[in-house]
C-alpha cells in the first residue's frame, strides 16, 4: 500500500513551477526579452550580440570555431554573419593559412562598437536587479548544467 504522504511528494514533483526546464525556458525568454531594448540602439539583435562577444574576445575566428563556440550549427550562424557583414561590423574571408576555412574578423567599426557594448552588461544587472556576484554565481550554475547535458 502506498503510503498518502509519498504520492502527495510524487504530485508535487511533476508540478509545472518544480520544473527545472520550465524555469529554464522562461527564464531564458525573459532574458533575451530584456536585452532587445539595450540592443536595439546598437542595432543588434541579442544572437548578433553573442557573434560580437565572440569576436571582441577573440579578434579573429574560422567560422567553424565561432559556430563550435557558440554553440550553433553553420547554418544559423551564416545568416547572422551575413547581416553583421551587411552592416560593416565583420568581414568574412578564406584564411590565408588554410583556404577551405572561412574566417571572420572584425572591421574598425566593429571594434569601436565594442566601447558602446560596455554599457550592456551594467543595463542588464539593473533590470534584473542583481549584482554582479548573483550574475557570476548563476552563470556558474548554468555552465554546470550545460557540461552536465553537452
Sequence with gaps: MTHPNSLDHATTLLELDKQVCFG????ARGIVSLYKPILEPLGLTHPQYL???ALWQHDRLSVKDLSSLLQLDPGTLSPLLKRLETAGLLRRARDQHDERLLAVSLTDAGTELRKQALQIPPAVMKQ???TAEE??????ILNRVISATS
Aim: net charge negative.
Design 24 to 27: 529554464l525556458v522562461v527564464a
Design 51 to 53: 557573434v560580437m562577444l
Design 128 to 130: 534584473l536587479e542583481m
Design 135 to 140: 550574475l557570476e554565481h548563476l552563470r556558474d
